[in-house]
């Protein structure tokens, strides 16, 4: 089994995990190995170039390395009939779920307004505004917007909505379609 690594990322990571249990499976990193585009049965990829995954004649699947495959769907060129894979690491998922509570909390404790107001030595306080009544907006009720949603629930806020392209029911979220 030949597999072919086409992105930014550090490939080290998935060499390893390959070697460890798919001892069978050659990886090739694109940009660094020479590769016979002819003889990759797999790809995994992050935003490959447009065009690119097309020029792999037998190839027998494609897994996306990050949690959104619309770049990859962008790509006309993209084979239709390879199937695609999100992957979903957990430890992406935790982060991401992070990452969009870490701004949500930014905003809600008004941290940019104190950030302004540091760098002219203004240490003016404001009034801490409640959960409860703060109205958050997920744009996408995956996975991970899933999680960000119980997260969120988790501290407190109340009035949470959230949009999704197939119908969710969510306790304690306002789901829309």
């Not at 690119?52 to 060129?77: H, P, R």
């Not at 917007?145 to 009035?159: D, I, M, R, W």
Request: glycine share 8%; with cysteine; charged share 20%.
């Amino acid at each position: 089994m030949n597999v072919a690594f086409i992105s930014a990322e550090n490939p080290t990571p998935w060499q390893k995990a390959l070697r460890r249990y798919l001892p069978e499976a050659d990886l090739f990193v694109w940009g660094h190995d020479a590769i016979d585009k002819d003889a990759i049965d797999y790809a995994l990829v992050w935003k490959p170039e447009p065009g690119l995954l097309a020029s792999f004649a037998n190839l027998k699947g494609i897994f996306n390395l990050g949690a959104g495959v619309d770049a990859l769907l962008q790509d006309q060129t993209l084979p239709r009939q390879i199937p695609l894979v999100r992957l979903v690491d957990p430890l992406l998922s935790s982060g991401m779920v992070e990452y969009a509570v870490h701004w949500v909390l930014h905003f809600h404790r008004d941290m940019h307004v104190y950030a302004r107001q540091q760098r002219v030595q203004d240490w003016t306080q404001h009034a801490n505004a409640t959960t409860k009544n703060r109205r958050v907006g997920i744009l996408g009720l995956g996975e991970l917007g899933q999680n960000v949603a119980h997260a969120l629930l988790l501290l407190g806020f109340e009035n949470i909505a959230g949009w999704s392209r197939t119908a969710k029911n969510l306790p304690g979220v306002q789901c829309f379609t």
